[in-house]
Structure formats: structure tokens, C-alpha cells
């Protein structure tokens, strides 16, 4: 296959001989190469396992930020690639599928979120981190699900502020705070689809079961949630709390993580409201295969790279996120 048939599909999908161990293999070529494999919480079970870390977006940005590695490979999608390349730029940074994008990055372009600040210029930009490098450079500072609120408060309370681009987490922050934050229209497919009504007839056949959801999900789920929090929190939670049973409404990757920490429990996918379906995935996490690591780290492509223009204004406010975060102990 040529590059640009390779460009054309985002990734490299070279067959794979019968005989290679793929998993020794990825793990031979991360030492030879001095490479760190990064996943998100949402990427298939056997993504994860290979990881060298595993976390949210605040943990794996604090992990790239202090990483020696010469090679990131960002096993999540397009926007954490992002994100690993601004805060390492000397790098080389590395997402297996290009085509792993973002509902809710996409639902805020960079143009018309630069006129809707624009018009507002006296408010203070606070934007979810799940965003792209061009609209991050229009922003003060990031947050992440783990540390919005923190972060948020971080500011007097007669700050006006922006906050984009998920209308259901800055809602919640909202309500949490007691602030009144513009909001921008936005939001996750993932999230946007969980249903009370089925939830609540998964906790009527499981009486005891405790409800976990994240703070993008949509109001009224967050409302009849025992725990809502970020997918770390929600993680701890599970471990920690005595519950035997939880309904967990955030994408259904975290369950991988949750029952190999707590494999006495179990753990139930909320269902989207809009399908049969029993769990709700994110189809972009799940393009992230060992098959496309395996070519990712043997040809050392497909890398990510960002303006340095944009670059130079992104990093700024993912470094205040991370400062205050440390200041916050978070």
C-alpha cells in the first residue's frame, strides 16, 4: 500500500503474518523504541491492557506532560493526540486510527465558537478539553470532567465566563456551583443518549444497584445518579463504595477497568434510548484495535501534528489547567 493510500485511510491496515504475537510484538517494539502507550478508559479491554497507563483525559494529559518517552502513542482519540503533541512538542506523537474523532469536539468549530467569544468580550473562556487544538487557543483555560467545578471556582464568583463546548457538563457545573456560565450548545453522542426511563427499569430489576453517571449525560440522568463524576471518579467510587451492583451511565469501556478492579461486583450498562442495544459505546474509541497499534508502532505513523501558531496559544491554557490542578491537589 502506498502512503497515500495510507493517508487516505488514516491508518495503516497491513495484514498481520499468523504467527506474530502481536501483544509481545507491541511490547518489544516500546522498549526498542523507548515508546509509552497511553489509553483511554473508553479503547477495547485489550487496548488497555497493553497500555503502559490507562486514564481520563486530565491523568493522561499529566502523564504525556511528564513523560521521558520519544514516542507517545495515544491510544484514544484525534483530540488527546492533540493534546500529547502541544504539551510535547519534540515528540513524536502517534494516534493509531486518524479517524477516531470526537462527537463534542465537532459539535463546537473553531470559527463559530471564535464569534460567539468574540462577542462576548468580557467573559473569561473556559473550555472542556475535549476540544480541538484550534479551538483551545481561543480559550483562557481547559478543564477536564475530574477538575471542571474545581477549576471553575477557582475564579471570583462574579466572573463572567464561557464555557464550552458540552451544555451538559457546564450545566451541571451550574447547578453545582450556583454560577450562571454561558454555555455553549454542544454535547457527546454517547452521553446525550443514555435513557432515565430504561435506567430506571434496570434499577427497578436491581433494587440494590447504585447508579453511576458522568456529568456529560443529559440532566435527568444525572439527577436520579447515586454518584456522578468524572469516569476516574467514577471508577473509585465503585471500588470503594460496599454497593454490590452499579448501572453506570458513561461509555462502556470503563466497565473493563471496574471489574478487574472489583471482580466481585457487578457492574451494568446504562442503554442509550434510541436502540436494543444493552451499553452504549463510542464508536470513534472503538476504532482504536492491537491490529492498527501493531502498524502505529512499526511504521511510527500515523502521527499527529499541530500548528505551531495554534500550538503556541493551545498550550497556554491546558498549562494553567495543570497548574492549578497541582495547586489544587488534584
Not at 31 to 52: F, P, R, S, W
Not at 255 to 283: G, R, V, W, Y
Request: aromatic share 6%; glycine share 4%.
Amino acid at each position: 500500500m502506498t502512503k497515500k493510500e495510507w493517508l487516505d485511510k488514516g491508518y495503516i491496515d497491513e495484514p498481520i503474518p499468523d504467527n506474530v504475537d502481536i501483544k509481545a510484538e507491541i511490547r518489544r517494539m516500546c522498549k526498542e523504541k523507548n515508546a509509552v502507550i497511553m489509553a483511554h478508559y473508553y479503547t477495547e479491554g485489550e487496548v488497555q491492557d497493553l497500555a503502559d497507563f490507562v486514564g481520563d483525559s486530565l491523568a493522561l494529559a499529566q502523564k504525556a506532560a511528564a513523560t521521558d518517552a520519544d514516542i507517545i502513542v495515544m491510544c484514544g482519540v484525534h483530540f488527546m493526540g492533540e493534546t500529547n503533541k502541544i504539551l510535547c512538542p519534540d515528540k513524536t506523537v502517534l494516534v493509531p486510527d486518524l479517524n477516531a474523532s470526537c462527537s463534542l469536539a465537532e459539535s463546537c468549530p473553531t470559527d463559530e465558537f471564535e464569534k460567539f467569544v468574540k462577542s462576548h468580550p468580557d467573559h473569561t473562556v473556559i473550555s472542556y478539553v475535549n476540544t480541538t487544538a484550534a479551538t483551545k487557543s481561543l480559550t483562557d483555560v481547559v478543564v477536564t470532567s475530574s477538575n471542571a467545578c474545581q477549576i471553575v471556582e477557582s475564579f471570583p464568583k462574579d466572573t463572567p465566563i464561557i464555557f464550552g463546548p458540552d451544555q451538559n457538563l457546564g450545566g451541571y457545573i451550574n447547578s453545582i456551583t450556583g454560577r450562571n456560565m454561558l454555555l455553549w450548545n454542544g454535547a457527546c453522542h454517547v452521553h446525550e443518549k443514555f435513557s432515565v426511563e430504561k435506567i430506571a427499569r434496570l434499577k427497578r430489576e436491581h433494587p440494590g444497584a447504585k447508579v453511576l453517571a458522568h456529568p456529560e449525560c443529559k440532566g435527568p440522568v444525572a439527577k436520579i445518579a447515586d454518584k456522578v463524576g468524572s469516569t476516574a471518579a467514577l471508577l473509585k467510587f465503585s471500588i470503594s463504595d460496599p454497593a454490590k451492583e452499579f448501572i453506570v451511565a458513561t461509555e462502556s469501556g470503563i466497565l473493563h477497568e471496574m471489574q478487574k478492579s472489583a471482580p466481585h461486583k457487578t457492574f451494568i450498562p446504562a442503554p442509550p434510548d434510541d436502540s436494543t442495544c444493552a451499553c452504549n459505546e463510542c464508536n470513534f474509541m472503538k476504532l482504536i484495535t492491537l491490529h492498527k497499534l501493531y502498524n502505529c508502532l512499526k511504521y511510527e505513523w500515523p502521527t499527529i501534528e499541530v500548528d505551531p501558531e495554534i500550538a503556541e496559544k493551545a498550550v497556554r491554557p491546558i498549562n494553567k489547567m495543570l497548574e492549578i490542578s497541582k495547586k489544587l491537589g488534584l
